[in-house]
């Protein structure tokens, strides 16, 4: 079996809090871990040129038919004008339901109705679907009408720097809760700022660290938490820190309104953090289980004070470590795998 799995240059060794970035190096390790085992798979990566553009000019001019299968793990669109013997799979980490809840920011809406609707076009191409919840493939049935028997759900994972040894809950004055992820509208960064400020309780401290995407919404949450001097914008989370910045929080608060897998609440979970999201966010059953739910910041704030008196139950903590270290890249792949075989009918 002969894998061409195809991603922008880079991707294949990035390491970052973005799904996609971490999907894909993994993913790589994971199948090349797998060759020892099923002595069937020959993989090699395929550079694409430029998020920027639809189409990989160098793509066209590669010998897809001596490939057995084209692996698009990046959802990027490519362009396969003669796909021969070669079985083309997508992997969809931006599903078409978040569209309506993406930022209004000129350059995010040109990229979105641009790329992302192209990259679609390319989903609708494909031979088979890997989807990486429920809530994806739904998505992807729903609103691109594709046939649920070419989807397949593999999970993301977690990898093995999160299943060390947690250190003791904290005890000390303050209570450090953090949020990781891009600073864009449809991740309700406000939402947090909205609790903490509401508790003005100089014991609690909202640490946010993620790069800012969009700079007219970075300017709001600043203004935003401009009389809060609890409130610290850390700046972009590098991926060989990310560990050691989760065991900082005592609490993790991830308000978004859309995610199509959303793995920073199940990282969070791994390390024994209570993870706060908003109640009426579409997230996944699977990684939204164990969440507190808040319905309104207010009600974030009460949750957080409660947390803050009552501490997170030890019998609960152990059962969510648990469960999220149950998802792992090495089971990602193993699935991912099984897609291939289906798709060869082998």
Partial sequence: MKVGLIGSPGQFDHNNYFSRERYMPELFKGLKRLNPQTDKIEIKQIPFVGRAFSISIKLLFKDVGSYDIIHNISQDPICLLKKKSAKLITTVHL??????????????????????????????????????????????????????????????????????????????????????????????????????????????????????????????????????????????????????????????IFPSIYESFGLPILEAHSRGLPVIIYKYGKIPKEVRRYCFEAESPEHMAQIIEYLKENGYNEKLRKKVTEYARSFTWEKCALNTFKVYKKALSL
Avoid: C
Wanted: glycine fraction near 6%; avoid cysteine.
């Fill in 95 to 252: 599903s078409p339901g978040q569209l309506a809840f993406q930022s209004k920011n000129f350059k995010h809406v040109l990229w979105l109705n641009s790329v992302i609707r192209l990259s679609y076009q390319t989903i609708k191409n494909s031979d088979y679907v890997i989807a990486n919840s429920t809530q994806t493939k739904d998505d992807l049935v729903n609103f691109l009408k594709i046939d649920k028997d070419r989807i397949f759900i593999t999970y993301l994972g977690i990898d093995k720097r999160y299943v060390k040894r947690i250190k003791n809950t904290h005890k000390k004055q303050h209570m450090n809760i953090g949020y990781i992820g891009a600073l864009v509208p449809n991740k309700q960064v406000d939402f947090g700022i909205k609790a903490i400020n509401y508790l003005n309780n100089k014991d609690v401290v909202l640490n946010i660290w993620g790069a800012r995407w969009d700079e007219g919404y970075h300017r709001y949450l600043i203004k935003l938490s401009s009389k809060n001097r609890n409130i610290k914008f850390e700046g972009y989370a590098p991926g060989e820190k990310l560990v050691d910045i989760y065991d900082s929080f005592d609490a993790f």
